[in-house]
């Protein structure tokens, strides 16, 4: 089974950096995905980690661990625009299916 | 591109009734699609996957016979509430894997936009 925990919700400031940590257990692990999902609305791809490292796509960025089951989502330079759902998925090995953790708010206040 | 669409967006039914949802990849084919249930505030629950030409797998708890899912073509997978009560009231989202890796980016599933059902 999978176990995918992330904070409930984080507060930050327009212009600020905020972090999202996710933490999984899983049986089997073939990537993890970052996903924005705004009240009401699906989910829109943010990235993707299969190795370890930091991937950089403009002012958002994911670092994956495998050996510590460890990832976060790095906001920088928040808009007000970015007040959404963050969820943290994990897909598994010999399927394509997600698992999703709980989800992340982060309210961004002027 | 790897649009997805759902219809209806929203639905209000009489308790007793059924109630489909249709999922569409337009601009891509998809030999797999998912659907998810969504409560407030919480997260993605997958329901099953939808296989296109065979039947649908179901994660464990999902009652098959009151959810019963279609995927007839690459492009169209239906989902149909049989019998809803007002307990399947919720936000039901489904995805679409592109068959092809030509469309495929970073291995991702697209979004549909979801569909709100209000069971009375």
Same mark, same amino acid.
């Given at each position: 089974? $999978?176990?995918?925990?992330?904070?409930?919700?984080?507060?930050?400031?327009?212009?600020?950096?905020?972090?999202?940590?996710?933490?999984?257990?899983?049986?089997? @692990?073939?990537?993890?995905?970052?996903? $924005? $999902?705004?009240?009401?609305?699906?989910?829109? @791809?943010?990235?993707?980690?299969?190795?370890?490292?930091?991937?950089?796509?403009? #002012?958002?960025?994911? @670092?994956?661990? #495998?050996?510590?089951?460890?990832?976060?989502?790095?906001?920088?330079?928040?808009?007000?625009?970015?007040?959404?759902?963050?969820?943290?998925?994990?897909?598994?090995?010999?399927?394509?299916?997600?698992? @999703?953790?709980?989800?992340?708010?982060?309210?961004?206040?002027? | +591109?790897?649009?997805?669409?759902?219809?209806?967006?929203?639905?209000?039914?009489? *308790? +007793?009734? *059924?109630?489909?949802?249709?999922?569409? !990849?337009?601009?891509?084919?998809?030999?797999?699609? &998912?659907? =998810?249930?969504? &409560?407030?505030?919480?997260?993605?629950?997958?329901?099953?996957?939808?296989?296109?030409?065979?039947?649908?797998? =179901?994660?464990? +708890?999902?009652?098959?016979?009151?959810?019963?899912?279609?995927?007839?073509?690459? %492009?169209?997978?239906?989902?149909?509430?049989? !019998?809803?009560?007002?307990?399947?009231? !919720?936000? =039901?989202?489904? *995805?679409?894997?592109?068959? *092809? %890796?030509?469309?495929?980016?970073?291995? %991702?599933? =697209?979004?549909?936009?979801?569909?709100?059902?209000?069971?009375?």
């Amino acid at each position: 089974g $999978q176990n995918i925990d992330q904070p409930t919700e984080m507060t930050a400031t327009e212009g600020a950096i905020v972090q999202i940590n996710c933490t999984y257990q899983t049986s089997g @692990f073939n990537g993890l995905f970052w996903y $924005q $999902q705004h009240a009401g609305e699906a989910p829109t @791809f943010l990235s993707y980690n299969v190795l370890d490292g930091l991937e950089e796509k403009g #002012r958002f960025s994911s @670092f994956l661990s #495998r050996s510590k089951g460890y990832s976060y989502l790095l906001l920088k330079e928040l808009q007000m625009k970015d007040s959404a759902s963050y969820l943290c998925a994990v897909r598994g090995i010999g399927d394509y299916k997600l698992s @999703f953790g709980a989800g992340t708010t982060v309210t961004v206040r002027a | +591109g790897a649009v997805v669409s759902q219809h209806p967006s929203r639905v209000i039914c009489k *308790s +007793g009734t *059924s109630v489909k949802i249709e999922c569409r !990849s337009l601009d891509f084919q998809a030999t797999t699609m &998912f659907w =998810y249930r969504q &409560f407030p505030k919480k997260s993605l629950m997958l329901m099953a996957t939808s296989n296109e030409g065979s039947k649908a797998t =179901y994660e464990q +708890g999902v009652e098959k016979d009151k959810f019963l899912i279609n995927h007839a073509s690459l %492009t169209l997978s239906t989902l149909t509430v049989t !019998s809803a009560h007002p307990e399947d009231s !919720s936000f =039901y989202i489904c *995805s679409a894997r592109p068959s *092809s %890796t030509r469309d495929r980016t970073k291995e %991702t599933q =697209y979004f549909g936009p979801g569909t709100r059902l209000l069971v009375l």
